[in-house]
């Protein structure tokens, strides 16, 4: 049985204009495992959301393939697809008065009948993705009296309770201090590692992520690779993530250093 869950085949992506197409990155190929946490890092601006939508089926490739389970993302259905990946975005959620418990209670859509009703496995569910994420004890605030932090772990329990094997997050940590983003990243690692999850998130947090994750995934003007953290440490390949020179990756101290200030 093939271990990769999620792979992409010759993927361009980018948006069409009426020159064509804006490509921002083409001959893309990539493979996501279970029980992987895998960074998507790279500069503002260069693509990491619309890879992120692309890979998720949220968006269309230029070109090329997003393969889940051997299977095209697209020929998913959006309820067989919502079995399968969980996404966490970093929106503002809509006003609601929802509580923390039936926020995470929505992670459970794609199995429930039309009515929403929770069966027993359903609540067994969303006890276990609360006990995870160390939530259980907000379960009846409403969602809009959390702090950051909190809200960011509850969506994740959220994610948790739709039991897929991929969890994907774009930017799980703007907004939290440096507490709650060790915490977050704690978490996540866990997730992959002790529930067999794959789970890719896109950061700013490059320092963190190289220190914390199996794999990462770089993305520059000219390419995208994905490596281990010691394997770009050892190729130098962090050196060209930014355009200033005098900006390069110190792989002793696993951060960046400025050579001319």
């Not at 329990?157 to 897929?164: E, G, I, N, V, Y």
Request: net charge negative; glycine share 6%; aromatic share 6%.
């Amino acid at each position: 049985m093939n271990p990769i869950l999620l792979h992409t085949e010759n993927l361009s992506i980018g948006y069409p204009n009426k020159q064509g197409a804006n490509v921002i990155a083409s001959g893309v190929s990539l493979g996501f495992m279970p029980g992987k946490l895998i960074a998507l890092i790279g500069a503002n601006g260069i693509g990491k959301s619309t890879l992120l939508r692309t890979l998720t089926g949220i968006q269309r490739p230029l070109n090329g393939v997003v393969s889940l389970h051997g299977k095209n993302v697209s020929d998913y259905t959006s309820a067989a697809l919502a079995q399968e990946l969980a996404l966490v975005l970093t929106e503002k959620l809509p006003p609601s008065n929802l509580t923390v418990f039936e926020l995470v209670a929505l992670g459970r859509q794609p199995y429930t009948n039309w009515l929403g009703t929770l069966t027993p496995d359903d609540l067994a569910q969303i006890d276990e993705a609360m006990l995870l994420t160390d939530t259980s004890w907000l379960a009846k605030k409403k969602h809009y009296e959390l702090s950051d932090g909190q809200l960011q772990k509850v969506l994740v329990a959220r994610a948790l309770a739709q039991d897929t094997p991929l969890i994907v997050l774009d930017e799980p940590t703007t907004h939290l201090d440096f507490q709650h983003k060790i915490s977050l990243f704690r978490l996540l690692r866990k997730l992959a590692h002790n529930a067999g999850k794959c789970i890719v998130f896109s950061t700013h947090d490059i320092e963190m992520a190289m220190e914390i994750s199996d794999e990462i995934v770089l993305m520059t003007g000219e390419k995208i690779t994905q490596a281990t953290p010691q394997e770009l440490m050892t190729s130098k390949a962090l050196d060209g993530l930014f355009t200033d020179p005098n900006i390069r990756f110190d792989a002793e101290k696993v951060k960046f250093v400025f050579t001319d200030l």
